[in-house]
């Protein structure tokens, strides 16, 4: 068997080599700071390429490319629980609490529909990540069924606000209907590190969230992709919120932290984990879905025990924090200098994840602003500047909240990008009279 | 960079080795004729090393770790649809009308989601997959909008009586409600080579399904997991039904042919795609599910660019066929040898696909039959013959049709195995007097 290095025969070779992501990184002049992802030069090509020789030169190899077990295969479980015990610094992960999943996004869309019913409430940040409630809205889920509970910038969902809501929610329909294996109420949260504000919710507030939780039925989904990213070495981040559910138990069944690989290792993977109560992971096994394709991603799961086992994944890992952070620290420091004594502009300072929250003047409005900036970059309007963001807008629940506020993501490119990108749009900024 | 090719500290080493994959394989006396997969020694081994070798020594290999595009990747779907074009003999595949998918189950999950409203109705052949009813049944479809529609065993769905079916539902609401982008009717079908029974929908009942699909706005989901799997050389199985609708034109729109690699590559690849009209392509596109993680297993879609450029899974497909062909003559013969005389026993002879469906005399139940097969396997009861079959209650819409049926597996095993195994249960079939 041979593979040729060009094409065999003529007119039969692909050529076109442009979008070959999701992002349209054909264009080298463009900074753009929309991208949640690694960028090219943190994916980790040597690292896959040495762990599907180590996967497939056992004689167990074809094993990877049969239909998985439910729950995903149980020596990547076991070796993923190892790493989480370490990552977390928590020895009560255990693999049979552990879900193989094709991404986070994948596993809130089978979420939502395995546990709710047409009658479920969703309660959501405002801002949250844009995705999830457009995801909830392809579920046909109307507007008068989520309930939008506003943030700090900071600390995340408020709580006394979750707490007030909830109360007239439950006053307003005492019974919410049963439906067996459902949850009347679903929270979905980015607690820690968030998207798009950065905010991570303090522990006394994951306590009285789980409080919440317990009194009125409601499942938590965590949106956990970037509780392993925290970048201040002095001080730990708070526990995941799963953490304080009752894992091992009866009482357990309100959270699920939902994991993904995306943000640690490769987006193009599309692996990701579950970690929940007992009561949720026997609930998911018996979803057809589970059973039909066997566990997702199973082959891929199966090329990641090579580097768990062997703590490549940890060594990956623990680069990816250095190299976030210095990102982070360029981005913070370019703002800093260019818009840092601008009056109004108030610079959001997360300690780890992929994004900074900038609030501007109370009359800059960044959907116009950015508007403006893409029609510019299509026309080729002189004196354009070549940078993008995302407009606040984006994020509000209502659509129309967070006007004055962008979110820039810094994972994608190097420091001296960010820098660059930075100045940009200090002079798109100051363009609209912000830093004039 | 080293890997380990044993444990390097103690304890930290998984020994566990059982359940490694959906099948209890581990018992090697058991032969299950359950396992709708393909067989140990039929999973691609060497040619996945080759093609991960191949596709990581390239200088874009990153690119297979990015989130990718939201249809999927470009030059994956071209080499896809080139191979299509050969396999189907069919000049109308184009890359533009194929989506990447994690696979049947995850994409016929999605597409319920994406496409239905609260008031869809479902119609599906009865018997069916049985794990495609249960999805709906997770997706809080009450039983009240599923319509069991009959189908013969060699033809398969009766598209009289889906015809009929159709004219008294829409008689009953005559204006079903109009939801943006949704359908008021799915209808799930497979329509080659059928789960369970084998059968396969002539062309002029193709012609037959297209015509009342366009005059009641039906999407017909077809699951097409064996179109490619046809054994009968002399005939070509008819053509996907997808290729009746209207594929680039404006008026498509009602047939989405939703195919995997499962059975001819690896079930743990959970690979897939989609073929459908522009219409469907573009509202797949939209869909949140499809832009927040990119292309559904990126990875390994890159992983088979190598195997579908250089001609080797056309190659690996020509002999899965043979080895299937072989394996279902087997099984014929063998259920000719100790049944085939046997009055009110009636072999169903597929031309293809994974499954050969049998009645038994009306008075067999063989949902008993193999609730005491288990029981004796569990039990260790002398005597008891170490084979399983699917019970035919497990395909019908009631739970409780088909109870003379069964469903027999043969892509799993060697054909002596099967041989084998057939004689057994020709012995459990005596033991209840069928044969005798």
Known sequence: MAFSASSPKEGMHFSDRANATLFPTDDPTLISFDYGAPGPTLLPTSLITLAAAARFARPDASNALQYGPVTGDKEFRYELARFLRREYGDEDVDMERLVVTSGATQAFFNLVTIFTNPATVFL???????????????????????????????????????????????????????????????????????????STVPTPHREEILRLARKHNILVICDDVYQLLHYDTATPPPKRLVAFDDLAGETGGN????????????????????????RIVDAIKLAAVSYSGGSPNHLTSNLLIPLLHDN?????????????????????????????????????????????????????????????VVEGLQSGEVGQQRVTFKQGADFSMSGDGCRNALRLAFAYYEPEVIAEGVRRLALVLRAVGVGV
């Open 124 to 198: 959501l940040e405002d801002p949250t990540y844009f995705l999830a409630a457009k995801m909830l809205r392809d579920h046909r889920i109307p507007s008068s069924r989520m309930v939008a509970i506003e943030t700090d910038a900071e600390t995340g969902i408020r709580v006394d606000l979750l707490s007030t809501a909830l109360d007239s929610l439950s006053a307003r329909d005492p019974q919410p209907p049963d439906v067996a294996g459902t949850y009347p109420y679903v929270l979905y949260l980015v607690p820690t590190h968030s998207n798009p504000t950065g």
């Open 255 to 278: 959270v699920i932290s939902n994991c993904s690989f995306s943000k640690i290792f490769a987006p193009g993977a599309r692996l990701g984990w579950i970690e929940a109560p007992k």
């Open 312 to 372: 490549h994944l940890h060594t990956h890992l623990t680069h990816l924090r250095t190299q976030y952070s210095a990102r982070l620290t360029a981005m913070l420091t370019a703002l800093d200098t260019h818009l840092g004594s601008t009056p109004g502009v108030k610079i959001h300072r997360p300690k780890g994840g992929y994004f900074v929250w900038v609030e501007l003047p109370a009359d800059v409005d960044t959907t116009l602003l950015r508007k403006r």
